[in-house]
């Protein structure tokens, strides 16, 4: 079965600090597809990114980095120097790569960015 | 382009009810997913359409039934609701399926009395 573990459920931090959410996952697929969504208070989910379980390659985009280690199962995300607009839920989500196969999500985190 | 565009936005029923909620995808996109999102469960999938056809389904009771036309906008229907079935409805629109990128749309919020 798979599973996808965010076992931060709130952080809060100040303005300009770094912060990473961790991710941890389940699968016994070779092949699966992890994903991070925020979710802002608005309510709709915005996909950040995806990666396939073949591209180790860690990522940046502008404040934003992710670490993908398979070798623990890890997906974390990192903000640098985060704003009081990065304040959301943050989840990550893992899917197989069967045709049809389900998006699974953890269960979030929610991140407070103080001024 | 335009997004996934969820109808109604908010609705209220109440128990016993069924409800049909709408979802019109991005253009060009043929995979649409539902979702259930509660405060004690998190966000749980309900089911996916693709090309008008029911590609797999969650785990929830038969009372949760969707479907998809061939312009790929997509209802789905809860009858006989319940109290528990209070939740934000979020649809989810991609090229292929949940391999791929998916974009949500504002999602409806159903509250059962």
């Known amino acids: 079965a798979q599973k996808v573990t965010q076992a931060q459920t709130e952080i809060s931090v100040v303005e300009k600090e770094d912060v990473t959410l961790d991710c941890v996952y389940e699968?016994?697929?070779?092949?699966?597809?992890l994903f991070w969504y925020k979710q802002p208070p608005s309510g709709e989910l915005v996909f950040l990114i995806r990666r396939n379980s073949f591209d180790e390659q860690n990522e940046i985009s502008g404040r934003y980095s992710w670490n993908f280690q398979k070798s623990t199962s890890s997906f974390n995300f990192t903000i640098t120097a985060s704003q009081v607009v990065d304040s959301a839920v943050y989840f990550c989500?893992?899917?197989?790569?069967?045709?049809?196969?389900?998006?699974?999500f953890g269960k979030g985190t929610t991140l407070s960015v103080s001024s | 382009k335009a997004g996934v565009t969820q109808t109604p936005r908010y609705l209220i029923k109440t128990r016993g009810q069924q409800v049909t909620l709408s979802c019109s995808p991005i253009?060009?996109?043929?995979?649409v997913s539902w979702y259930q999102q509660t405060p004690g469960q998190g966000l749980q999938f309900l089911f996916e359409?693709?090309?008008?056809?029911?590609?797999n389904k969650g785990n929830f009771p038969g009372r949760f039934s969707g479907r998809q036309f061939s312009n790929s906008r997509s209802e789905m229907n809860v009858s006989t609701l319940e109290l528990g079935d209070s939740a934000l409805y979020l649809c989810a629109s991609s090229l292929m399926g949940s391999q791929y990128e998916q974009y949500f749309g504002p999602g409806t919020r159903l509250t059962v009395t």
């Open positions: 359409y693709f090309s008008e056809t029911q590609r």
């Open positions: 989500a893992l899917s197989g790569n069967q045709a049809g196969t389900a998006l699974i």
């Open positions: 699968t016994r697929d070779t092949t699966y597809y």
């Open positions: 253009s060009g996109h043929r995979s």
